[in-house]
């Protein structure tokens, strides 16, 4: 059983910047991590995601704006997030799984997300 917390999220303006935590236990490096987001009425899409190797993936719609890292001793994956735009208003989800689940939504461990808002 992995327990998630994420923080970090909040109000910025376009063009502005947020780093996201998640704060997992016991422990994460074992595990493939995500990190996604949902709007109302959408459904949730796959933001970014980390191997246990370190190894990233994005979603086209944040490349180059979006990075993921994760510290295994702090049991921690952060997402820092710059240049944002109005569309990336969501709710921000972090996921885990012993299995790469990529950027899908078939993650077993999910924290209870943490808001961002992105005014224009």
Known sequence: QVQLVESGGGSVQAGGSLRLSCAASPYIYSHYMGWFR?????????????DIWGSTRYADSVKGRFTLSKDNAKNTAYLQMNSLKPEDTAMYYCAADRVDYGLNTGYDYWGQGTQVTVSS
């Open 38 to 50: 949902q709007s109302p009425g959408k459904e949730r899409e796959g933001v970014a995601t980390i």
